[in-house]
C-alpha cells in the first residue's frame, strides 16, 4: 500500500518548479516595490517658482548711459567669438548706438533694412538742423517713428538682455534710453520641412515637425482655424534653457489633466534638455515600467487630432518630436492611416496590428514550451517534422532561440546606424546569410528561422518605434519563463503583465482602458474603427469638457 502511494507522490522536479512558480512572482513583486520606493525617494523634488527680486535687480537695470551699459554687457557676454557688437550712430540726433547680435542667429535683412538704414539714414527722424536736441528722441517716439517692426520687445534689466542675445535675439541700446530692445526673433538657418521618417503612411499628410519651435506651432495652427488652441510657453533647463510650449484646447481639455500636466513640467530641474526624450522620462508617472506612458510622434496631423479628443501635446525647441499625453496601450498600436481609409480596410490592419504585437511578444516563448515541454500539444505530423528537422543540433530549444533572436537584434540596430543606402541592404543580406549558415552548420533547426522570422517581421508591423522596443525586451523575458516552467511559465509571465498593465496609469487614466475599466462606448475605436459617422462622442475616459465631436 505504502509503494502504491508513494509512486502517486511527484518527483522533486515538479516540487521545485512549484516553489518556483510561488516564488517568482512574489519575488518580482518585491523588487519591484524596493526598487520603485527608491527612485521616488531618490527623484527631483519640486521646484518652487522664484519670483523676481526688485532689490537684485535694481543694480543691473539698463541706464541710458551708454558707456556704461555697453560696459556691462561686454564683459558679461563680450568674451563670447561669436557675439558682434555693431556700433553707429542714429542720424538726426546723433546719439550713440549699438546693435548686440550672436552671428547666424538673426534675420540680417530685416536688421539691415528696418534697423540700420532706418537709424542712420534718418528716415522717420528729426531734421538736420534739430541735431542737437538730444532730449526729444524717447522710447515712444522709437519704437512708433523709426523701427517699422511688428516684433519689438523692450527689456529693462541688463541680465535678461544678455540672456536673450545668447538666445538668438538682437539687442539694440541707445544712448539716453534708459531700456533695451529686441528687434524681430531668432531666425538662424533651419532643415527644410520634410516627410515624416518614423511614421511612414501610404496615404496622409507629407508633413513632419522639424527644429524649429516657432515652425512646429505654426504647422499645428495651419492643421485649420480653432480660436479655441492655446499655447502656454515654459522654460526648461537649470543652465541651458529651452522653450517648451503645452498645447490644448481650452473647451475641451479636461483642466484637472491641463494643470498637472503643466505641475509635471514645473517640477523638471535638470541642466539641459536636450530633446523631448528627457521630458518624457521625467513627467511620466512609473519611471520601472518597460512600457512608455507618453507618445511622441512628429505629425502634425495626429498632434491635432489628439488635442480635438482631450489630450494635452508638448513641444520642445530644438526637437521634430512632440509628446502627446495622456496615452492608452491600444493607441500604440494605431496608426493614422487608419482613419484615412474607409473602416473596413481600417479595421483589418487594427487588427492585424494586435495579432501581429501578440506574436512579436509570445512566439518565441510559445515555441520553447511546446518543444521543451509539451511536444503532446503539437500535431503528430508536424512534431515528427519538427523533430526531423533538429536532428543533430547540439543546443536545447531556449539556447538556439538566444542565438538566433539576438543575431537579429544586432542586425536590426545593425542597419540603423549604418548609412541609409547601405543599411537595408545589409540587414536583409546579412540575416539570409545568417540563418542559413546557422542552418547548415547544424546550430539551428529550419523550423526555428521561421518563427524568428515572423516574430521580427510582426515587430516591424508596429507603428510606434518605442512600443516595438518594449515588446522586443519584454519577448526575451518571456523566453526565460518558458525555458524554466514550459507553457506554465508562458502563462505566469502573460498575467505578470496584465497585471501591470492594469495598475500602470498615464496622467491618472488607466493604461488599458477601455478594457479596464471597462467601457464599452469606447471600443468603436479599439480594434474596430467604426465608420466616422457613429464617432459622434469623445473617449470617455477623457472625461472631456464636450462629449459630443460635434452637435
Aim: proline residues 6%; contains cysteine.
Amino acid at each position: 500500500m505504502w509503494s502504491t502511494i508513494v509512486s502517486y507522490i511527484p518527483g522533486w522536479v515538479i516540487f521545485m518548479q512549484a516553489a518556483i512558480t510561488l516564488l517568482c512572482p512574489l519575488g518580482i513583486y518585491f523588487i519591484y516595490k524596493k526598487l520603485y520606493a527608491f527612485v521616488s525617494s531618490a527623484g527631483p523634488k519640486m521646484k518652487a517658482i522664484a519670483q523676481p527680486n526688485a532689490e537684485s535687480t535694481a543694480d543691473s537695470l539698463v541706464s541710458g548711459q551708454y558707456e556704461a551699459d555697453l560696459s556691462y554687457v561686454q564683459q558679461a557676454i563680450g568674451g563670447n567669438s561669436d557675439v558682434n557688437f555693431r556700433e553707429f550712430v542714429v542720424k538726426g540726433y546723433e546719439l550713440r548706438a549699438v546693435l548686440v547680435f550672436v552671428n547666424g542667429m538673426q534675420d540680417e535683412e530685416l536688421i539691415n533694412r528696418h534697423v540700420m538704414q532706418q537709424l542712420m539714414s534718418g528716415n522717420g527722424g528729426m531734421k538736420e538742423e534739430k541735431q542737437d536736441n538730444r532730449e526729444t528722441l524717447t522710447l515712444s517716439a522709437l519704437k512708433s517713428n523709426l523701427l517699422p517692426l511688428t516684433e519689438l520687445e523692450e527689456v529693462k534689466e541688463l541680465d535678461k538682455l544678455q540672456e536673450r542675445i545668447l538666445f538668438g535675439y538682437t539687442a539694440l541700446l541707445i544712448e539716453g534710453i534708459p531700456a533695451g530692445l529686441l528687434v524681430g526673433q531668432p531666425n538662424g538657418s533651419i532643415r527644410a520641412i520634410t516627410e515624416p521618417t518614423s511614421e511612414a503612411l501610404l496615404r496622409g499628410p507629407r508633413i513632419a515637425f522639424s527644429e524649429v519651435l516657432s515652425e512646429n506651432t505654426s504647422m499645428l495652427r495651419r492643421q485649420g482655424l480653432n480660436k479655441d488652441l492655446e499655447m502656454k510657453l515654459f522654460e526648461v533647463g537649470s543652465l541651458v534653457k529651452r522653450k517648451l510650449v503645452i498645447a490644448y484646447m481650452k473647451d475641451i481639455v479636461n483642466p484637472e489633466l491641463l494643470e498637472e500636466v503643466k505641475t509635471r513640467v514645473s517640477r523638471i530641474d535638470m541642466d539641459f534638455i536636450a530633446e523631448s526624450g528627457y521630458v518624457e522620462q521625467l513627467i511620466e508617472d512609473n519611471i520601472l515600467s518597460p512600457f512608455q506612458q507618453i507618445q511622441n510622434t512628429e505629425r502634425p496631423d495626429r498632434v491635432i487630432n489628439a488635442l480635438l479628443e482631450g489630450r494635452v501635446a508638448l513641444l520642445l525647441d530644438g526637437t521634430p518630436f512632440a509628446l502627446i499625453v495622456p496615452v492608452t496601450f491600444s493607441m500604440l498600436l494605431q496608426s493614422p492611416e487608419d482613419y484615412f481609409e474607409r473602416w473596413l480596410p481600417g479595421t483589418l490592419l487594427r487588427m492585424l496590428r494586435f495579432f501581429a504585437a501578440f506574436m512579436a511578444l509570445m512566439a518565441p516563448a510559445l515555441y520553447i514550451s511546446f518543444i521543451s515541454f509539451h511536444p503532446g500539444l503539437i500535431p503528430t505530423e508536424l512534431v515528427i517534422s519538427i523533430i526531423e528537422t533538429r536532428q543533430g543540433v547540439p543546443f536545447p530549444s531556449v539556447i538556439e532561440v538566444l542565438i538566433l533572436e539576438v543575431s537579429i537584434e544586432i542586425l536590426r540596430e545593425a542597419g540603423i546606424r549604418l548609412p541609409k543606402p547601405i543599411g537595408p541592404a545589409m540587414g536583409i543580406v546579412g540575416g539570409l546569410i545568417i540563418g542559413d549558415a546557422a542552418v547548415n552548420a547544424g546550430i539551428v533547426s529550419p523550423f526555428l528561422v521561421i518563427v524568428v522570422a515572423v516574430t521580427a517581421i510582426s515587430s516591424f508591423s508596429i507603428p510606434m518605434y518605442s512600443a516595438g522596443i518594449t515588446l522586443r525586451i519584454l519577448r526575451f523575458v518571456g523566453m526565460m519563463f518558458a525555458a524554466v516552467l514550459g507553457m506554465l511559465g508562458t502563462i505566469l509571465f502573460m498575467l505578470l503583465i496584465f497585471i501591470h498593465l492594469t495598475k500602470l496609469k498615464s496622467f491618472g487614466v488607466p493604461y488599458v482602458t477601455p478594457f479596464s475599466p471597462l467601457r464599452l462606448s469606447d471600443w468603436k475605436d479599439l480594434y474596430i474603427r467604426a465608420p466616422l459617422p457613429l464617432m459622434k462622442r469623445r473617449p470617455e475616459m477623457m472625461k472631456t469638457q464636450k462629449k459630443k465631436r460635434r452637435t
